[in-house]
């Protein structure tokens, strides 16, 4: 066969018209030849950002199209709101927000029933009774609550606890306040409000 291809001119012709009719053939009929491009199409991606949805041929096309939709002003879906810093604690006794309000340094001490520092921090308390402008209101611990709106912005942390509250006209409307722990006697106490009450100059020290 070989040889008579070889020697034959004609044969030679013939065999190149089959092999030409063979690859048109290939490449006409349905599906032959390559494959064409984008002939398998790529499911979409499906992305949503704060109730913003957009698709895309890759996640990061469909995010940035979401991303887009919302700063056109798109749907946000659950909006998040800034809760109060602190939760405001109800006021203090009557008697106490009046002695406040009427311009007196407040005392207020608080005491644990039973403990001997406490009981004697108390006693010394008594040196205030009878001081023009002010108000003592001695209070056992199990009713600090009624008292929050004080206590908890000074971080009250044990007791006995001496609350010495500055009159409401010198505080320039803020009220402020000093608080000592543990034992007390009749000068410090008077101490506590005497400063609570000063208006006058500070003296700053300067060692030699």
Known sequence: MRDKLNNSPAAQIGLVVVLIAVAA????????????????T?????????????????????????VEGLEEGGATGTETESLPASVPAPPPP??????YESGNTVALLIVHDGGI?????????????????VSLFVV????????????????VSRVPALVVMRPRQLSGGTPQATVAYGYQTPQTVLQDVRDASYQGPEATYHPN
């Open 117 to 133: 520092d406490d009981a004697f921090t108390a006693l010394a308390s008594t040196a205030l009774a009878g001081l023009p402008k």
């Open 25 to 40: 053939f290939l490449l006409l009929k349905p599906g032959g030849g390559e494959e064409e491009s984008g002939s398998t």
């Open 42 to 66: 790529a499911p979409e991606v499906v992305a949503t950002v704060n109730g913003v949805t957009a698709t895309g041929s890759t996640p990061g096309e469909a995010v940035e199209g979401a």
């Open 140 to 155: 056992p611990a199990h009713q600090i609550a009624r008292y929050a709106s004080v206590t908890i912005g000074l971080n």
């Open 94 to 99: 009557h008697r106490f927000t009046v002695a």
